[in-house]
């Protein structure tokens, strides 16, 4: 156990202090947090490697508005020890979400880019993210459906139609687009105070069903051993 984490640590000391001074105020980058759980697997320092595992599902949380633009440079390096790891199959979800999301294109040499392309996925985590793609932009339909629904209580109440640019911009990202849609000004937008009351809860049920449905497709289901 000492010679492993002698070598451990002689193998990390040149990244602990020359940054030991920022990791004090701020958790390692990750590509630093990378070399760490590298390293420790291949010393097989548990400890280290599950202190690294933990740091690295802070950088991916399982809600996509928290996670660092900073971050979202290694999204696809992430999903990558997603599938190495089963301690980070956590952050499968989010890393997911934001690939299905967003067209990560960088032109070669982009200083402010240093992950991986999406090319450099496996064909069959290609497939996963394409069928995920069609089943985010098939979830508009759902909340197109709650927003149109007729008032039964006030006959002033005119609902307006779901913006068509609200729908393509957020086309492959249903999650902030909900987001967008609930903290409108729902009164001037023809909404009576019910409407409103009611199409919010909906939709906060239809966001939750399409974050499960992502969890769904990316991660593999759980086998008994």
Same mark, same amino acid.
């Given at each position: 156990?000492?010679?492993?984490?002698?070598?451990?640590?002689?193998?990390?000391?040149?990244?602990?202090?020359?940054?030991?001074?920022?990791?004090?105020?701020?958790?390692?980058?990750?590509?630093?947090?990378?070399?760490?759980?590298?390293?420790?697997?291949?010393?097989?320092?548990?400890?280290?490697?599950?202190?690294?595992?933990?740091?690295?599902?802070?950088?991916?949380?399982?809600?996509?508005?928290?996670?660092?633009?900073?971050?979202? $440079?290694? &999204?696809?390096? @992430?999903?990558?020890?997603?599938?190495?790891?089963?301690?980070? #199959?956590? =952050?499968?979800?989010? !890393?997911?979400?934001?690939?299905?999301?967003?067209?990560?294109?960088?032109?070669?040499?982009?200083?402010?880019?240093?992950?991986?392309?999406?090319?450099?996925?496996?064909?069959?985590?290609?497939?996963?993210?394409?069928?995920?793609?069609?089943?985010?932009?098939?979830?508009?339909?759902?909340? $197109?459906? &709650?927003?149109? @629904?007729?008032?039964?209580?006030?006959?002033?109440?005119?609902? #307006?139609? =779901?913006?068509?640019? !609200?729908?393509?911009?957020?086309?492959?990202?249903?999650?902030?687009?909900?987001?967008?849609?609930?903290?409108?000004?729902?009164?001037?937008?023809?909404?009576?105070?019910?409407?409103?009351?009611?199409?919010?809860?909906?939709?906060?049920?239809?966001?939750?069903?399409?974050?499960?449905?992502?969890?769904?497709?990316?991660?593999?289901?759980?086998?008994?051993?």
């Amino acid at each position: 156990m000492r010679q492993c984490e002698s070598c451990f640590k002689n193998f990390v000391r040149p990244i602990e202090i020359s940054h030991l001074s920022a990791y004090m105020y701020e958790p390692p980058p990750f590509p630093v947090l990378r070399q760490i759980l590298v390293a420790a697997n291949f010393y097989k320092c548990h400890l280290y490697a599950k202190q690294a595992q933990r740091a690295i599902l802070v950088l991916f949380p399982d809600e996509p508005n928290k996670v660092a633009l900073y971050n979202l $440079s290694f &999204i696809v390096e @992430a999903t990558k020890l997603g599938r190495i790891h089963t301690g980070l #199959q956590g =952050l499968l979800r989010c !890393t997911f979400y934001h690939l299905a999301r967003k067209t990560f294109k960088r032109e070669a040499g982009d200083p402010d880019y240093d992950g991986e392309r999406l090319e450099s996925l496996p064909g069959s985590e290609l497939v996963i993210l394409l069928e995920l793609q069609r089943q985010l932009a098939s979830s508009w339909d759902g909340i $197109s459906t &709650i927003l149109q @629904a007729n008032c039964a209580c006030n006959p002033k109440c005119s609902r #307006q139609p =779901l913006s068509a640019t !609200t729908r393509n911009i957020y086309l492959f990202d249903p999650i902030h687009g909900i987001n967008k849609v609930i903290k409108q000004d729902w009164i001037s937008n023809g909404f009576c105070v019910f409407c409103m009351n009611d199409a919010t809860s909906k939709l906060k049920k239809e966001r939750t069903k399409i974050w499960d449905n992502v969890q769904t497709l990316v991660t593999p289901p759980r086998t008994e051993s």
